[in-house]
């Protein structure tokens, strides 16, 4: 039932809020401001390398989880798409942990990858939305991700619930390694409850300027999406949502890596999104936001007030969210990008919920 939505995609992202809060009351005491008991299912304390694997968006949402692991938990993390990861003979050892990023819980490579952990000796842990699956049952433990039934193909809730879970892990090996204080998980956790009411808030308030823009993005070829830090992975999740549903090619890039090849491509006709939240890396962001002015290029500027008032390059649009904590940004900068891709797809007439091509879930090699 799509309730007063047209399409299953769009009831998912506006179901993001509810979702996301039930992800976080099997994952955090509200009360104490920390996270719970289910969040140390699997031991990081001994653990000398967490390794990750997953398919398309599970995959983006296992990059976003490396950066917090890494700096959270001081954790290093080793991640591969799952159809690389289970062939490449990586070195394994059981003092290594491993970590399954799966919607359906059915996904081939990721199995594979899963299996090939297990005859090492690793420790398992799966991140699924369906807890009957196959890679729930053949994992040590199962952190569920609470999203409900997603019918799009286009993942959405599904992707913010994973990044919700995998922040609440982080925020747990930090504590049990002892990377980051009592003060500094409450504070975290903090940021991560406020989630909800801040996704709601946004939702609200880009809806009107997303589709006026979707109808200019629906009349161009390519688009590419940049960012860096936690930003990096969300512009390949946005360019991932907007090439499955709408059919326009689109990549996304480090925009460190800008220099190194993709800049050759801008010019007038191509759209340059900007992921830039006023995080550590703003400054370094729009030093290549420049480059792409410089060029010709028009900007889609994602970013909050304070990066909206830093600025003053001429932009196509400029979409001003929040200014939030640097943990929860990826939560929140994820709608405006997969607004962007549904608006975009819904004006050139596609099968938003059911693209070309596409199987909601991919249970062979
Ligand atoms: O069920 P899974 O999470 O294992 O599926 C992985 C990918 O097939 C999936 O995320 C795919 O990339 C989505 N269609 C992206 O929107």
Not at 164 to 173: F, M, Q, R, Y
Request: hydrophobic share 45%.
């Amino acid at each position: 039932d799509k309730g007063n939505h047209r399409h299953f995609m769009e009831k998912e992202i506006y179901e993001q809020p509810e979702v996301i809060s039930h992800a976080l009351g099997h994952y955090v005491d509200f009360a104490n401001h920390t996270v719970n008991a289910e969040t140390g299912l699997i031991d990081f304390t001994g653990v000398s390398r967490l390794a990750i694997s997953a398919c398309g968006t599970a995959y983006l949402a296992g990059l976003v989880g490396k950066y917090w692991f890494e700096r959270y938990a001081r954790l290093p993390v080793e991640i591969d798409v799952a159809s690389e990861f289970r062939y490449r003979e990586m070195p394994l050892s059981p003092d290594q942990a491993a970590l399954f990023i799966s919607q359906s819980g059915e996904t081939a490579d990721t199995l594979a990858s899963l299996r090939y952990c297990k005859e090492n000796g690793l420790k398992i842990g799966a991140v699924v939305n369906v807890k009957e699956s196959t890679i729930a049952r053949e994992s040590d433990a199962v952190f569920p991700i609470l999203a409900g039934p997603e019918i799009g193909v286009a993942s959405t809730k599904a992707f913010t619930c994973q990044l919700t879970v995998l922040a609440s892990l982080a925020i747990a090996a930090g504590r049990a390694r002892g990377t980051i204080t009592e003060a500094e998980e409450k504070e975290l956790v903090r940021h991560l409850t406020e989630v909800p009411r801040i996704m709601s808030a946004v939702l609200n308030s880009i809806q009107g300027q997303i589709e006026q823009l979707s109808r200019d993005l629906s009349k161009v070829k390519d688009v590419l999406y940049i960012g860096r830090g936690t930003s990096f992975p969300l512009a390949m999740e946005g360019a991932l949502k907007l090439k499955e549903i709408s059919y326009i090619h689109a990549e996304g890039y480090a925009a460190g890596e800008l220099k190194h090849g993709p800049i050759a491509l801008i010019d007038e006709n191509m759209p340059v999104i900007v992921i830039a939240p006023h995080d550590r890396f703003f400054e370094k962001t729009v030093s290549n936001m420049q480059e792409v002015a410089a060029r010709g290029g028009k900007i889609i500027f994602i970013t909050d007030a304070k990066g909206a008032a830093a600025s003053n390059l001429p932009t196509m649009a400029t979409i001003v969210l929040p200014e939030v904590d640097e943990l929860i940004a990826p939560m929140v900068f994820s709608l405006p990008i997969q607004l962007l891709a549904y608006h975009t797809a819904v004006f050139m007439g596609t099968d938003v919920d059911q693209p070309r091509n596409l199987a909601k879930s991919v249970t062979v090699e």
